[in-house]
């Protein structure tokens, strides 16, 4: 590790209820999940110097989507810092978490509250999911919507979800390396099985390759259950300064290694390799950062908004080479918690729902502690996590201390 | 003829003006460097390959090849039957690509690699660049 990862530790972890339809604000999971992260990491309300999310609150995206912004959780907590963040552009969502690593690198902060909140599950009961069109083939009486920014490229052909760019970039990969459905489901159903595992999943009923290869389409190669299931929830983690004196009886986590580059271009469709997109970056710019090598991997907790992203990240992070993902999940074997590499060990956001990134960090701490219950994988030493897809990436390793 | 698809239409502005209306005379256009020759897309005023700064709107043939796909069964926008969304690579430069939709054929047909050319569909002055299979 460089000396930047070596100046802060994940000295706590919290989770708030997660369900897919909780009718809970976002400030009120927030809050639950914060104070559960600062009690387990020793700390008062008062220690808290510093508070980070990603995307925060503002960016247009909406509040189920974005969860409470800064100001707004800093108020409930009346936390006093001396050093805030909240944004949407860079490491995905892990930036939260890296920007968090600089201030307390930095010496702006000791403590840092880290939280991602989403209430996506509660709105799409409210209002159903968000419709685009009229369906009357022309806009209806009002004036059909206008699409600037870099949305103009795709949304204006009906190419509106990341479902439809990704699906592109699934079938390059299909299409340039053989891989076939049987083997991207295993995704899927590897997720569903650690699931059952995992009681605070949300869906953990058994799914066979047969019922995931029985789902609907979405868009090809995109079957229903290649797609995470959007839920209620909040994840928080405490990044602290790594020489502060514990108070804890529990191992923290250390940062082994960072991954944030993006050397290709940032775009859905002009990426020079749809194959891979920006997870190749991140995922060489991680190795580059550390002695440790894929081999040292205990387990890995990568990005599965679409079942395909997590083998973008196989080969990105290089557990497999580029292209050989299809072969390396086949039959599931590898990658189930007893395999060579367990992988979304709590269900990942297929089965155990979307917390948007920061599922994987809790997840990849509760193993580095020993305290994931019955899906434990035995001493796991040194976890690897991604988050993101298409143009976006960003990649942790962390290590068990103490 | 049938009935045309709901559309969000762009909001234009001075550099993504050209882009929207080129079709207007059947041609497609991208904003090339006027130094060397380099396609840019999306519009942008500097050129990574020589670094020259005079760029300017040119037609293309409106020719490539299918790079990837999808065939989306989902109702996003309210309209119900299956559709294509294709990402087209210019045989004009590699890398060179636009996202846009395959008309005008069997959806069961698409393939990777196949060649495309451009038509275009006009709402409201904006002229959607599209594209249909060359027969083989």
């Known amino acids: 590790m460089t000396d930047f990862e070596n100046r802060s530790i994940i000295s706590g972890i919290g989770q708030s209820q997660i369900g897919r339809r909780l009718y809970r604000t976002g400030i009120d999971l927030t809050v639950e999940a914060a104070l559960e992260a600062i009690a387990d990491a020793g700390l008062e309300v008062g220690d808290i110097d510093g508070i980070a999310t990603y995307p925060g609150a503002g960016g247009g995206a909406g509040e189920a989507f974005s969860g409470p912004g800064t100001p707004q959780v800093q108020d409930a907590l009346r936390l006093e810092v001396d050093w805030h963040s909240g944004g949407i552009e860079g490491a995905a969502q892990l930036a939260a978490i890296v920007n968090a690593m600089m201030a307390v690198g930095a010496g702006l902060a000791t403590h840092v509250l880290v939280y991602r909140t989403v209430t996506e599950a509660s709105a799409q009961g409210s209002g159903g999911r968000a419709g685009i069109g009229t369906g009357d083939g022309g806009g209806g009486g009002g004036a059909p919507p206008r699409m600037g920014g870099t949305l103009q490229w795709s949304i204006p052909f009906r190419a509106y979800s990341a479902a439809n760019w990704l699906a592109m970039n699934a079938q390059r990969h299909f299409h340039e390396f053989g891989t076939t459905p049987e083997q991207m489901g295993q995704i899927a159903v590897n997720a569903r099985r650690n699931a059952g595992l995992n009681d605070q999943a949300v869906y953990r009923e058994p799914m066979t390759l047969d019922d995931y290869l029985d789902s609907r389409i979405i868009t090809t190669p995109f079957r229903l259950f290649d797609c995470d299931a959007p839920v209620d929830g909040s994840t928080a983690l405490i990044v602290s300064r790594a020489d502060h004196v514990r108070n804890v009886d529990h191992p923290c986590a250390r940062f082994e290694a960072v991954g944030t580059a993006l050397r290709g271009r940032p775009s859905w469709d002009q990426f020079d390799d749809m194959t891979t997109m920006a997870a190749r970056d991140a995922g060489a710019h991680l190795w580059e950062r550390t002695d440790l090598t894929p081999a040292d991997v205990d387990v890995a907790e990568l990005y599965d908004g679409f079942s395909f992203l997590a083998m973008t990240w196989l080969e990105a992070l290089g557990f497999c080479g580029k292209g050989e993902s299809g072969p ?75 | 003829m049938t009935q045309q698809p709901f559309r969000v239409l762009p909001a234009l502005d001075d550099d993504n003006e050209f882009f929207w209306t080129s079709g207007a005379d059947g041609r497609l256009r991208f904003m090339r460097c006027q130094v060397c020759g380099y396609y840019l897309h999306p519009p942008s005023p500097w050129c990574p390959e020589c670094s020259g700064t005079e760029v300017a709107p040119e037609p293309v043939s409106g020719r490539g090849r299918v790079h990837s796909f999808t065939v989306n069964h989902q109702s996003w926008d309210g309209g119900s039957e299956p559709y294509a969304i294709v990402l087209v690579e210019l045989e004009e430069q590699a890398g060179l690509r636009l996202t846009s939709n395959l008309v005008g054929g069997d959806l069961g047909v698409i393939e990777i690699g196949r060649k495309v050319r451009v038509v275009f569909e006009e709402r409201d002055g904006i002229f959607f660049p599209l594209f249909e299979l060359v027969p083989t």
């Open chain 1, 328 to 402: 390396f999940i086949e039959g599931g074997s590898r990658i189930a918690l007893e395999g060579e590499l367990p992988l979304n060990t709590h269900g990942g956001q297929l089965s155990a729902g979307r917390l948007h990134g920061f599922g994987f960090v809790h997840e990849a701490c509760l193993q580095l502690r020993g305290e994931a219950g019955e899906r434990q994988v035995p001493d796991v030493a040194v976890a690897a996590v991604a988050n993101g897809g298409g143009p976006i990436a960003g990649a942790l390793l962390l290590t068990r201390d103490g």
